[in-house]
């Protein structure tokens, strides 16, 4: 069983990332022309990218660089790990490969950008803004039931995600984002993920037992 107190789970946040669309990855064979998403504490983003050679699509989420042994490195580690090994099911989207870069020449900085397989739209964006499922049960119903199967799917492999929201594919669901993920059944945590999607007994206990499954 794992105990902590931390309402992001994680090793405290890192600078936030510039903007780096325009600039190229993976030895110039992928360009980042498109900036998608921002984390909210800018450690990281997700990009709109096309390989040079193939004009393949991509979408490419850049994570700045860890020191070695440090925690924040081993949080990445564990995201990678997890997500290569259930990369392969149906309902998860698909990590293609990743890698350590600078994108900007003569820069201090290195990023983790992760390649990912492109999602053909943004939930949230589907649900707000397109209202793709307003009075339209069956739709819902069927969003729903293609995340169970998903979440089943991570489950049984001994993933779980703790952190499912909605900036996600719409139409095909897809689950992203490892970050917050554990292969441990039973945890004691407070406040573990976005705020907004919690359920109240996280939210309101200063300690409660759960059991992930």
């Avoid at 992928?30 to 393949?56: C, M, N, P, R, W």
């Avoid at 009075?135 to 492999?157: I, K, M, S, T």
Wanted: charged share 20%; proline share 5%; with cysteine.
């Amino acid at each position: 069983m794992s105990r902590s107190y931390n309402p992001t789970c994680g090793a405290g946040a890192a600078s936030r990332i510039p903007n780096l669309t325009g600039s190229f990855v993976d030895e110039g064979y992928l360009e980042l022309v498109e900036l998608l998403t921002t984390k909210a504490d800018g450690s990281s983003q997700v990009y709109h990218a096309f390989d040079t050679t193939t004009q393949i699509s991509y979408a490419v989420k850049c994570m700045r660089n860890a020191t070695p042994g440090s925690p924040r490195a081993a949080d990445f580690q564990r995201e990678l790990d997890i997500h290569r090994s259930i990369a392969n099911q149906r309902g998860v989207i698909i990590l293609n490969f990743s890698f350590v870069d600078n994108p900007r020449a003569g820069g201090d900085n290195e990023y983790i950008p992760l390649v990912l397989n492109p999602a053909a739209g943004d939930l949230s964006n589907s649900i707000l803004n397109r209202q793709m499922y307003a009075d339209r049960p069956e739709l819902v119903e069927e969003a729903f039931l293609q995340l169970v199967d998903a979440v089943a799917e991570c489950h049984n492999a001994g993933v779980y995600h703790r952190n499912i929201w909605c900036d996600s594919e719409g139409g095909s669901l897809r689950i992203a984002n490892f970050e917050k993920a554990t292969r441990e059944e039973e945890l004691v945590n407070f406040r573990c993920g976005d705020l907004a999607y919690m359920g109240p007994n996280l939210l309101f206990s200063p300690t409660v037992q759960l059991t992930c499954r």
